[in-house]
T-cell receptor
Framework: RKEVEQDPGPFNVPEGATVAFNCTYS??????FFWYRQDCRKEPKLLMS???SGNEDGRFTAQLNRASQYISLLIRDSKLSDSATYLC?????????????FGRGTSLIVHP | NAGVTQTPKFQVLKTGQSMTLQCAQD?????MYWYRQDPGMGLRLIYY???????DKGEVPNGYNVSRLNKREFSLRLESAAPSQTSVYFC??????????FGPGTRLTVT
């Protein structure tokens, strides 16, 4: 079982829709959590960090559920430009280091 | 600031050839990472360096070596390239446990 799992999709939604992605992780020692966006053949770029209390950045809301070991990303009022692959990342503490593990990504396609 | 830079952007190798991928960051980050990304596989960690002078294996280290030359630079070497190493390679840096910043990637083809 992969340590960080995501539904690969694709999620195909119309403009203006609300869409949500989940990401589950298996290691309860996980320390920090992030969502990245990756456009085709480009490098991943940070979308937002995920805090225990949940956090919002414009149309994007991220939440963490430590008890059930998952993080979520909600996108409201989807735009065509939101079409991309969304990667969740979990950092696990190992000795004095943090080891990042990526999910395989969820593909989002927003159509007119 | 340039952020994270990688060279080369593209490379074609024949089986058995060697090469070194270069990575540099100007954000004064302690930690640096090398990943490979294959279709449908997501990013897989090859090696990481938590701080200058240390390196550790990630999920898929076989066939690779790394050098943390100084705080800014972290190189990845393929001693004897194989077709299975055809991939896109990303370098990243971060402060410990914080968000990572990625370079633009190197697209490597081994024939």
């Amino acid at each position: 079982r992969k340590e960080v799992e995501q539904d690969p999709g694709p999620f195909n939604v119309p403009e203006g829709a609300t869409v949500a992605f989940n990401c589950t992780y298996s290691n309860s020692a996980s320390q920090s959590f992030f969502w990245y966006r990756q456009d085709c053949r480009k490098e991943p770029k940070l979308l937002m960090s995920v805090y225990s209390s949940g956090n919002e950045d414009g149309r994007f809301t991220a939440q963490l559920n430590r008890a059930s070991q998952y993080i979520s990303l909600l996108i409201r009022d989807s735009k065509l430009s939101d079409s991309a692959t969304y990667l969740c990342v979990v950092n696990m503490r190992s000795g004095g280091s943090y080891i990042p593990t990526f999910g395989r990504g969820t593909s989002l396609i927003v159509h007119p | 600031n340039a952020g994270v830079t990688q060279t080369p952007k593209f490379q074609v190798l024949k089986t058995g050839q060697s090469m070194t991928l270069q990575c540099a960051q100007d954000m004064n980050h302690n930690s640096m990472y090398w990943y490979r990304q294959d279709p449908g596989m997501g990013l897989r960690l090859i090696y990481y360096s938590a701080s200058e002078g240390t390196t550790d294996k990630g999920e898929v280290p076989n066939g690779y070596n790394v050098s943390r030359l100084n705080k800014r630079e972290f190189s990845l070497r393929l001693e004897s390239a194989a077709p299975s190493q055809t991939s896109v390679y990303f370098c990243a840096s971060s402060d410990s446990g914080r968000e990572q910043y990625f370079g633009p990637g190197t697209r490597l083809t081994v024939t």
